[in-house]
């Protein structure tokens, strides 16, 4: 995956698009065949997501993964099937070093943006590096972030903003973040369903505002932003983790419809 990937002329932007975590080969495959056919005829440059190991979770009996080589195994056979990159979670150096043999680029989830090692380490697999802006960290001291990755001789780098810390159970975004982010002259990406998220509810399950999922779309283009994360299931109600945000994949191809019409608007301004 080069940068020309990321550069769409027709859409005006590229989408990170996927089920929250790798539940299974068939429900992979699925997601990953529907978003190919969803994408393709808008010209929207399409990296497909799901993690292979969910580490970040409030409880002990929540669903982690399905096992860390069956999980990668089907992330590959995606990117091979269907001709797509591939971007997955790491959670640690020696993570990083595994992954870096199946996927196209390594997720730096957002509670470790600060992880020194673990940014050195994704560095240096050569592969892309996606840094989530941390819920606790301001736009401009994602600098330093970027900065460790480029350092450690990697120039790969993409920045996701996710929303910042709100009160004890909520999110906000501000929109300012992506032009400031984006002078760091690094992809930015909006993640448009993370940044719903209701953490650290009651019942120790995160909840979520998938309604506003179209809200984000729209505003984070009008803002500027470079690539848009999305994350999509068959059926959120049963997915095994976040589907409080995901996006019912049915509702896919309606909403890229309207983000490449609203991306040709923005960019003719």
């Not at 989408?15 to 005829?41: D, M, S, W, Y």
């Not at 998938?210 to 999509?232: C, H, N, Q, R, Y």
């Not at 309606?254 to 983000?259: E, H, N, S, T, W």
């Amino acid at each position: 995956m080069d940068k020309n990937y990321l550069k769409s002329k027709s859409s005006g932007f590229f989408l990170i698009a996927g089920p929250c975590a790798v539940e299974g080969e068939e429900i992979t495959i699925r997601t990953a065949e529907c978003l190919k056919e969803i994408c393709e005829p808008l010209g929207l440059p399409l990296i497909f997501k799901s993690s292979y190991k969910k580490a970040n979770r409030t409880r002990l009996d929540s669903f982690t993964g399905i096992g860390d080589e069956k999980a990668l195994k089907i992330l590959s056979k995606v990117k091979n099937e269907f001709d797509l990159p591939i971007i997955t979670d790491i959670h640690t150096k020696e993570e990083a070093y595994m992954a870096a043999g199946y996927v196209d680029c390594l997720q730096i989830p957002a509670f470790l943006c600060r992880q020194t090692e673990l940014l050195e380490a994704a560095a240096k697999t050569g592969k892309w590096v996606n840094i989530k802006k941390g819920q606790f960290m301001s736009p401009g001291s994602m600098g330093f972030a970027v900065q460790k990755v480029t350092d450690s001789g990697n120039n790969k780098v993409m920045l996701t903003e996710r929303g910042t810390t709100f009160g004890y159970g909520d999110l906000v975004v501000d929109f300012r973040g992506i032009p400031e982010m984006k002078e760091f002259n690094v992809p930015v990406i909006m993640d448009c369903t993370h940044s719903l998220q209701k953490p650290n509810q009651s019942s120790g399950v995160t909840g979520g505002v998938p309604k506003m999922i179209e809200l984000m779309v729209k505003t984070s283009l009008a803002a500027g932003a470079d690539g848009l994360f999305i994350e999509t299931h068959p059926n959120p109600s049963k997915a095994l983790s976040d589907g409080a945000n995901m996006l019912s994949l049915d509702q896919m191809k309606g909403l890229m419809r309207k983000a490449v019409d609203l991306s040709r608007i923005v960019n003719q301004l």
